[in-house]
């Protein structure tokens, strides 16, 4: 009756451990799914941005567009203003310069982006290949069991018959 209440007292402290290393798993698959929800948003704000970036490239595109109608407007109605025509030239030129500054940043952003895309995919691939390995399948909670319960019951039968 003793083996019995002892079995039934491993057997509690076994279920405990096992509730507790569930407890645990949960809480840790909790904040790596609360990670990952952080690192998709984070996502989603860089893709905003990269679409308001394009958005602000065609604006300017458009603004160029309009800037030279204007240059050409004003050569043929002011060709005899060369320094007029001279200092829009020289505009006309840095906006150029910003438009390709600012596409060199638009494509720098976007690699930038596209990297974070790929480095985050991989760090939940992992996280989800490591989930995977830390779940315990319930087969192998039972047959631990079992074994566990068994090996006691040996040792426990040897401890007798030493006696």
């Not at 300017?60 to 109608?69: D, L, V, W």
């Amino acid at each position: 009756m003793e083996d019995y209440l002892q079995y039934m007292k491993t057997l509690r402290c076994q279920m405990n451990d096992v509730e507790d290393q569930a407890a645990k798993i949960s809480v840790e698959e909790q904040m790596q799914i609360t990670t990952i929800q952080s690192l998709e948003s984070d996502l989603t704000s860089a893709k905003s941005i990269d679409q308001k970036l394009k958005e602000e490239t065609e604006q300017m595109m458009t603004a160029k567009g309009e800037i030279c109608s204007q240059i050409l407007d004003k050569q043929r109605k002011v060709a005899s203003l060369e320094s007029d025509c001279r200092t829009l030239t020289q505009n006309l030129e840095l906006v150029h310069q910003e438009r390709v500054s600012l596409l060199a940043k638009l494509v720098e952003k976007s690699s930038y982006y596209a990297k974070v895309a790929e480095d985050i995919d991989v760090k939940f691939q992992q996280l989800q290949g490591w989930h995977n390995c830390r779940i315990p399948s319930p087969d192998t909670e039972v047959h631990d069991s079992v074994k566990e319960t068994f090996d006691e019951e040996k040792v426990a039968a040897g401890d007798e018959a030493a006696n």
